[in-house]
C-alpha cells in the first residue's frame, strides 16, 4: 500500500515537473502566439492520436457519434484554453500566468456547483474567497501596466480549462486521449489563419515542437497516472510543484525574478487550493476512520 502511493506521488511529482516546462518552450521559442499554438497543436494531434490509436476499444469515429457535444465542447474549451495560456506567457511573467492557473481547482468547484449543482462545503468555500483576495494580490501589480492583458489571458484559460473539467465530471465516459487530441486539433485549426508559418525561425519549431511531441503529453499522462496509485486528493498536492517549478525556470533562463505581489499572491493561491482539496480529503478521511459504523 505505501509503495503504491508512493509510486503514485513520484508520478504526480514528475508529471508536474514536464508541464512546468511549458511556460519555458513558449518563452524559448520568442515568436507570435499564434504561431508557437499552431505547431504545439500538430505536435500534440499526432502524439495523442496514436496514444488512442493504440489503447483504445474502439475507433475514434465511434467514440465520436456515441457523445459528439460533449467530445466538441471539451475540445473547444481545451483549446481556447492553451491558446489563451500560451498568449499569457507572452504577455505577463512567468510567475504571474503560473500562480493564476495553481486555482483551477477552485474555479472548477465554483463552476461545478453553477452548473451542476454539487454541493461546496465549508471548507471550499473559504477556499474560493482566499483565492480570490490571492488573485488580485497578483494581478494588483499589473494595474496600469501593459502586463494586465496578459494576466488577463490567464485568467480566461482557467476559467476555459475549469468548464472542460466540469463537462469531464458530466461526462465521464469520454475518452481521455480522444478529447485531448480533438483539442490539439481545434487548436491547430483555429491559429492556422493566424500563424506566421513561413517566417518563422527553426527554434519555434524545436521548442514549440518539443513541447507539443514530448514534456506535455508524458507530463500530463504521469500525472493522470497517479490516480490509480495513490488517493485523488494526495495527487493534488503535488499541483503546486508546477507554479514552483516554471517560476524557478523563468528566473534561472530569463532572469524573470518575481514581485513581491506575485509572491505574497501565490503562496495565498496555493495555501487556499490546498485547504480547499487536500485539507478537505483529510479531514474527510478521518471523520471515516473514526466513525465506529466503518470499523
Do not use: K
Not at 71 to 96: D, E, H, R, Y
Not at 125 to 134: E, K
Amino acid at each position: 500500500m505505501v509503495e503504491g502511493r508512493r509510486r503514485g506521488w513520484a508520478l504526480a511529482a514528475f508529471g508536474m515537473l514536464m508541464v512546468s516546462t511549458d511556460s519555458f518552450f513558449i518563452r524559448q521559442a520568442d515568436f507570435d502566439s499564434w504561431t508557437i499554438a499552431f505547431v504545439f497543436g500538430v505536435a500534440s494531434t499526432v502524439v495523442l492520436s496514436l496514444v488512442y490509436a493504440f489503447t483504445a476499444p474502439e475507433s475514434a469515429v465511434s467514440a465520436f457519434r456515441r457523445a459528439p457535444r460533449p467530445l466538441l465542447t471539451v475540445a473547444a474549451l481545451a483549446s481556447v484554453s492553451q491558446i489563451c495560456f500560451t498568449a499569457a506567457v507572452n504577455n505577463t511573467s512567468v510567475a504571474n500566468v503560473v500562480v493564476i492557473v495553481a486555482s483551477t481547482p477552485i474555479f472548477a468547484a465554483v463552476l461545478a456547483w453553477l452548473l451542476l449543482r454539487e454541493r461546496t462545503d465549508r471548507r471550499v468555500a473559504v477556499a474560493i474567497g482566499v483565492t480570490v483576495v490571492g488573485i488580485l494580490v497578483v494581478v494588483s501589480g499589473s494595474f496600469g501596466a501593459p502586463t494586465l492583458d496578459g494576466d488577463l489571458l490567464a485568467l480566461l484559460a482557467i476559467i476555459s480549462f475549469a468548464t472542460s473539467v466540469v463537462v469531464w465530471r458530466r461526462h465521464p465516459e469520454l475518452s481521455r486521449p480522444l478529447a485531448l487530441a480533438a483539442s490539439s486539433a481545434t487548436m491547430a485549426l483555429i491559429t492556422a489563419p493566424l500563424a506566421s508559418i513561413g517566417d518563422a525561425p527553426a527554434r519555434v519549431f524545436v521548442a514549440a515542437g518539443l513541447m507539443g511531441l514530448v514534456f506535455n503529453p508524458i507530463g500530463r499522462v504521469a500525472y493522470t497516472t497517479a490516480t490509480r496509485f495513490a488517493p485523488a486528493a494526495e495527487v493534488a498536492l503535488f499541483g503546486p510543484v508546477e507554479t514552483v517549478a516554471a517560476t524557478t525556470w523563468a528566473w534561472i533562463f530569463f532572469s524573470e525574478r518575481p514581485s513581491a505581489r506575485t509572491v505574497i499572491g501565490g503562496v495565498i493561491v496555493i495555501g487556499a487550493v490546498l485547504y480547499g482539496t487536500v485539507g478537505r480529503g483529510a479531514t474527510r478521511e478521518a471523520a471515516a476512520t473514526s466513525d465506529p459504523a466503518t470499523t
